[in-house]
């Protein structure tokens, strides 16, 4: 069995595993067996029975805990087996915090470590109370626009006659007149007095990061984000207006409206407010936003491709904006994204982890270089494709000047192009010539 989220091996103990037995408390729990290779092959112990007594010893004086540990076989093909249960309170090696996270331990360090402690705590960032704040410092238009929007989804019933201080107390966002962080965030007049990176900075790039053309930043609470951001979009960054208007609308334009509108979302439920501001870059054949936040526990990149369980990193801020009509609560809206650009003939959207936070891009040109060279084209067919785009079609004489292939090898590579079905063969003799499958053909 190879290793994962839940089990690892070691060939022999060192007191460092400590850290992995930390991890594994810290998440949901694991299996370190120590006496086998990374292939999970019986290598042995020469000390198995010292080790049963100084493994207990150490786990429970340097983490305070108790474990199962077994030993199994006899020397020379013996290992023992550490069982580790997941812990409700946070554990600590030497004063630090570590975590597993797919197959490997990382250590907890900033705004990651103090979200780790409110959890374990069970707290929340943004159910806890902001003491600087009152409700003289949420925007009373915001949370008109809400009740507007929760009266369309059904997903709440609101008095006609309902005030402030009940609305946010309905809303589980206030207790006495005290509001809750999550509040500001949602319907705060001014949250970057607060929280200073409540903002989402956008740029126009060229190809490169390096070739920065404008930018502009859009400051104010989620919901003021929400419908100024594309409006900004549209008006300064995009070629081609689109209407935002609905979720599962597909506009002609450069990008999907659903997964435009689902990126925002994800980025503004799911960031970490305490970290650094959203990031959206416009380049020329592709649009990306990143937010800082790891994955949640139990959380793959690879899980978001397909149905996954909900859970947000602000479930208070989620659970307003699903009573708001704006996400449905299922974890579908990575789901959306990719499925809403496979609808328009867009590649997949990459999201992956990068630099502490989630970064989601979706592509414009499912035939620029960086999409063909994922698709397993050579370097002569990346140079035909690239050529048609270019002038509109190749023939075989042309593809053979481009190469330098033979009539047989040409053949080859554009019969290859055919049935990864990006060329489509036109015409027959002397008219014979091939074109790019359009979307839709």
């Not at 707290?123 to 109370?129: A, E, M, Q, S």
Request: aromatic share 8%; glycine share 8%.
């Amino acid at each position: 069995m190879p290793e994962d989220q839940n089990i690892e091996y070691k060939q022999s103990w060192h007191d460092d595993w400590l850290k992995i037995i930390c991890g594994f408390a810290n998440a949901k729990g694991g299996m370190l067996q120590v006496g086998k290779d990374d292939s999970g092959i019986i290598v042995g112990l020469t000390n198995s029975a010292r080790l049963m007594e100084d493994i207990p010893n150490k786990i429970k004086n340097h983490l305070g805990m108790i474990t199962e540990i077994n030993l199994f076989g006899t020397p020379p093909n013996n290992y023992i087996e550490i069982i580790v249960p997941e812990y409700s309170v946070a554990i600590s090696f030497h004063s630090r915090y570590y975590l597993r996270t797919g197959s490997t331990t990382s250590e907890l360090t900033g705004n990651t470590l103090n979200d780790f402690i409110l959890r374990k705590s069970g707290r929340n960032w943004d159910d806890l109370f902001e003491d600087r704040a009152s409700i003289d410092d949420l925007e009373m238009s915001t949370q008109t626009k809400f009740i507007n929007a929760a009266e369309k989804s059904g997903q709440i019933t609101i008095e006609n006659d309902i005030t402030r201080i009940n609305l946010l107390e309905k809303l589980r966002l206030s207790d006495n007149a005290k509001v809750k962080r999550a509040a500001i965030i949602l319907f705060g007049s001014d949250p970057g007095k607060f929280y200073p990176n409540i903002s989402v900075k956008i740029g126009r790039f060229g190809k490169t990061d390096d070739d920065l053309k404008f930018q502009e930043v859009v400051e104010g609470n989620l919901f003021k984000i929400l419908f100024e951001v594309p409006e900004m979009l549209n008006n300064k960054f995009l070629t081609k207006q689109i209407n935002f208007e609905g979720l599962q609308r597909i506009e002609k334009g450069e990008y999907p409206v659903a997964a435009l509108r689902e990126m925002l979302l994800n980025a503004l439920v799911h960031k970490n407010y305490s970290g650094a501001q959203i990031q959206l870059r416009v380049y020329d054949n592709k649009i990306s936003i990143w937010n800082e936040g790891s994955l949640p526990e139990g959380l793959t990149f690879e899980s978001l491709k397909r149905q996954h369980p909900s859970r947000p990193r602000n479930p208070l801020i989620a659970d307003v904006c699903f009573k708001g009509g704006y996400i449905d609560a299922w974890g579908r809206g990575t789901l959306k994204i990719i499925n809403s650009c496979k609808d328009a003939g867009l590649p997949e959207p990459d999201i992956i982890g990068k630099d502490g936070g989630v970064l989601v891009t979706i592509f414009k040109d499912i035939y620029s270089e960086e999409q063909l060279i994922k698709l397993g084209l050579n370097e002569r067919q990346i140079k035909a494709v690239l050529y048609i785009k270019e002038r509109g079609k190749i023939t075989n004489k042309e593809y053979r000047n481009l190469s330098g292939l033979s009539d047989e090898g040409s053949r080859i590579d554009l019969n290859d192009l055919i049935e990864k079905n990006i060329f489509i063969s036109r015409g027959s003799g002397r008219n014979a010539h091939y074109v790019l499958k359009q979307i839709g053909n």
